[in-house]
């Protein structure tokens, strides 16, 4: 892996990632490290501005923000493709594993949710989440439940383009 | 006895609300030296002492190069305050304990406040203070600065580390090996050629390391260090702080789970930062501030109207018919009260700003606006300070308090003038109307659009004179969302809005006096007057833009403030027997009307505006540059549209 780095500007909304390097200037750098985009240092991407740049960052439990041009000066690796549904933004999950017991994975299979079940986000209100099963009828999903699932984002969205928007 | 505190931490986390707590209302409002920085001072009188603390700028480093940074380094290594607090968000402490470390590497007479533990506690954690101490060495105190819980331990503290220093040593923080062996090595050669260091030899080692330029001040030619080996190194030292304070945490928080947002807050972000909903709320929100600014204050105004013209009378009426008299009523009653008629505009403004700014949501705001004003080499910062300056530019310009960054805010005062105010209002409507009665709605168009051209080409070109360029970055935190409280907002009102009656008051008195006495000697016809005569006198310099002396000394009383130009022209045209506007259509061509228009939106906005310029940048130069670049832009706006539309309509 070493080597395969990826900017932190072209990171997806909900992903965490890790920080790898920073490419700053020294002046930059600095500023950065003192916000805690260190080596070592979990980022989780938050939202992007209505027009796509800046964007939220969440280092170390602060929100930062950041426009592009100075995120892309950050090496980063994507570290978890993991989460639970209950963090899950709208969009397409494959389930990896239900972490609860007997009864609880009963359940999920009464409701056809096992291991490999696709589950599309329709929204999700604080981890209460309304989902399709399989694409199948819209199912609602407490946040009891929805934190023993636990997902993979499947559809990764490419960033909209921005280009058209020059300074 | 006087203890000189400096309160220092990142933005956000509470420290003006607990400078407050501290001072109460003996503060003082100034700008350090030579910036558009504010700097707070105020005085705590506790136990018998005089407690006097200075409120820095919120930083995230010692290091870097921004201004605010400089200024609060600065102020610690040359203003030699006797204690420092250093202030860190209890909930999100990580880079408060960051720059903590930094401090601590360069005095120990340091008090670290952990503010918002109520906050702390609602989140089922709790933080264990003697655990802290124990690892930092210095003393803790949890406050809650809002309900000034803890303010009193705090005093009690400084007092108690004034006294008893050097008794308290913080613990010595290691880095690893390889960058320890850097800075033994640099510590030796700084021992060596530099002597009399009142610094410690171990922070200077460091700070080179980080490439600050400050150590040369301290200790010259230091062996230089290559730039790839001192990035390796930087990283490593930030790594470690990091590491350091990870420790600290998970041994002094108990019940604290990985930092997560709150449920509440992603929910209101979720809706104010929306992709789709963000700007329309945005806008929404600018509306009701700037309706809020102008209509609610409007009856204050208006009482204040009321109230000086019945002074005015009044101070007619009991002086009798004479110079003193008419210096009194329509000079410095008059001039000063048309100011400080923008008195309650002024604090209604700044009482909508500050829920903003208390709320959290300007930060907000800036990011949801960033994109656009980003093209502008401004950030969304100043979007908010431009937009009031549709109705005036003095609270445009005192509201530029509120945006960070010394550059954007220096482009931001500069580029207010030229957003065309309300003042200027009655002036297009009549000559649009007198010149352009089939069109004037589109002519009253153009002119806000060019306006906002004239504003957006300026900052560019201001951006790329005075600072090469260089795009403002919006590096900024999203602070929590917090409940303003009516005793912040009264304070942040007070204290941004009463420089607009002190300073904007002084100068305008003495504006008001020299206006009347230009326009009233010789006593007799107006014409004849001082003010006429200079119009007379520069009148072959408007000659290209055809404006005759009546034309140009309205423009001279103009500068008092927008509205007069109506009512001169009106002395000056009535005066050949047919009404005013029958005759002002007699004497000059819709070019120069038009072009009369264009000269109004752009030359020097009022004396109120001037005084603001003054008063916030701290600097005759820039408000020098203000004038002369407004009148330039004027000057050859007019003619380029006089010569434009004169060949457009066949003149």
């Known amino acids: 892996m070493r080597g395969e780095y990826m900017r932190l500007s072209e990171s997806i909304e909900g992903m965490a990632v890790k920080v790898v390097d920073l490419d700053a200037p020294p002046e930059l750098r600095e500023r950065l490290l003192g916000l805690g985009f260190v080596p070592g240092q979990t980022v989780i991407i938050g939202e992007a501005a209505p027009l796509g740049d800046p964007r939220v960052y969440i280092v170390g439990g602060k929100l930062v923000t950041l426009r592009d041009v100075e995120a892309q000066k950050i090496k980063i690796l994507p570290i978890v493709d993991l989460i639970p549904l209950e963090m899950a933004k709208p969009g397409l999950y494959e389930v990896e594993d239900l972490t609860g017991g007997h009864r609880f994975r009963q359940k999920m299979e009464a409701l056809g949710i096992k291991k490999g079940t696709k589950i599309r986000v329709i929204r999700n209100l604080n981890g209460l989440l309304a989902v399709l099963i399989n694409e199948g009828e819209e199912v609602e999903i407490g946040r009891g439940w929805a934190r023993k699932i636990l997902v993979r984002r499947m559809e990764v969205k490419p960033r909209d383009d921005k280009s058209g928007f020059n300074g | 006895m006087t203890i000189k505190v400096a309160l220092m931490g990142n933005p956000n986390v509470g420290k003006t609300t607990l400078f407050n707590a501290l001072t109460g209302s003996r503060q003082h409002v100034a700008n350090w030296p030579g910036v558009t920085v504010e700097k707070k001072e105020g005085v705590a009188l506790y136990k018998g002492f005089r407690i006097h603390v200075v409120d820095l700028p919120g930083i995230y480093t010692l290091g870097s190069k921004s201004l605010d940074e400089q200024i609060a380094r600065d102020y610690l290594l040359f203003e030699s305050p006797d204690v420092v607090v250093v202030i860190a968000d209890a909930v999100n402490p990580e880079q408060g304990l960051y720059l903590l470390l930094q401090i601590l590497e360069l005095r120990s007479d340091v008090i670290l406040v952990m503010n918002a533990v109520d906050e702390l506690e609602r989140e089922g954690s709790r933080l264990n203070r003697y655990e802290l101490e124990k690892h930092l060495g ?47 090595q640099l510590e030796k050669v700084i021992l060596s050629k530099c002597e009399n260091l009142n610094v410690p030899a171990r922070w200077l080692a460091i700070r080179h390391i980080e490439g600050d330029e400050i150590v040369q001040w301290f200790c010259e030619s230091l062996p230089p260090i290559e730039g790839n080996e001192r990035k390796k190194l930087s990283l490593q030292i930030a790594r470690s702080r990091y590491d350091h304070i990870n420790v600290i945490i998970r041994e002094a928080y108990s019940g604290k789970s990985a930092p997560k947002r709150l449920p509440l807050d992603e929910a209101i972000d979720h809706v104010l930062t929306h992709k789709y909903l963000g700007i329309p709320i945005f806008f929404t929100i600018m509306y009701l501030i700037f309706s809020f600014t102008f209509k609610v204050a409007q009856p204050l105004s208006d009482l204040i109207d009321i109230s000086v013209s019945r002074l005015a009378e009044f101070a007619k009426a009991s002086l009798g018919e004479n110079w003193l008299a008419a210096l009194f009523s329509d000079g410095i009653i008059s001039g000063v009260g048309a100011v400080l008629v923008f008195t309650p505009n002024i604090f209604v403004m700044f009482l909508g700003l500050g829920i903003l700014e208390e709320s959290g949501y300007l930060p907000r705001a800036a990011f949801v606006i960033d994109r656009i004003m980003y093209a502008l080499k401004l950030s969304g910062r100043s979007f908010m300070s431009l937009i009031l300056g549709f109705g005036c530019n003095v609270p445009a310009i005192l509201s530029t308090r509120a945006i960070s960054d010394p550059r954007e805010r220096l482009v931001t005062i500069l580029v207010s003038p030229f957003v065309t105010c309300s003042a200027r209002l009655p002036i297009y409507v009549l000559l649009a109307g007198l010149f352009f009665p089939q069109n004037a709605g589109s002519v009253l168009f153009l002119i806000y659009a060019s306006s906002v051209f004239l504003a957006a080409v300026s900052s560019v070109l201001l951006n790329r004179v005075l600072f090469k360029g260089e795009p403002v970055p919006l590096i900024m935190e999203l602070p929590r969302y917090r409940r303003p409280t009516v005793k912040g907002l009264l304070n942040y009102s007070w204290s941004k809005g009463r420089h607009f009656l002190q300073k904007a008051g002084t100068i305008i008195l003495i504006a008001s006096i020299a206006i009347w006495f230009l326009g009233s000697f010789p006593p007799g016809n107006v014409e004849n007057s001082l003010a006429a005569r200079i119009g007379k006198f520069l009148e072959p310099l408007f000659k290209p833009l055809n404006y005759d002396w009546r034309i140009t000394t309205a423009l001279i009383f103009g500068t008092a403030a927008k509205e007069i130009v109506v009512s001169t022209l009106s002395t000056f045209y009535s005066s050949e027997g047919l009404s005013f506007t029958e005759s002002l259509r007699n004497s000059i061509d819709p070019s120069t009307a038009l072009s009369l228009m264009f000269f109004v939106l752009a030359y020097i906005p009022c004396f109120a505006t001037i005084a603001a310029i003054r008063s916030e940048t701290q600097s005759d130069k820039w408000t020098l540059v203000s004038l002369i670049y407004g009148l330039v832009v004027a000057y050859l706006l007019a003619y380029l549209v006089k010569v434009v539309t004169g060949l457009w309509l066949g003149i």
């Open chain 2, 138 to 184: 210095v003393h803790v105190i949890p406050t809650v600065a809002t309900k000034r819980e803890g303010v009193s331990e705090l005093l009690d503290t400084i007092i108690h580390v004034h006294q008893t220093r050097p008794a308290h040593q913080p613990v010595r923080f290691r880095y690893d090996q390889t960058v320890e062996n850097t800075i033994e």
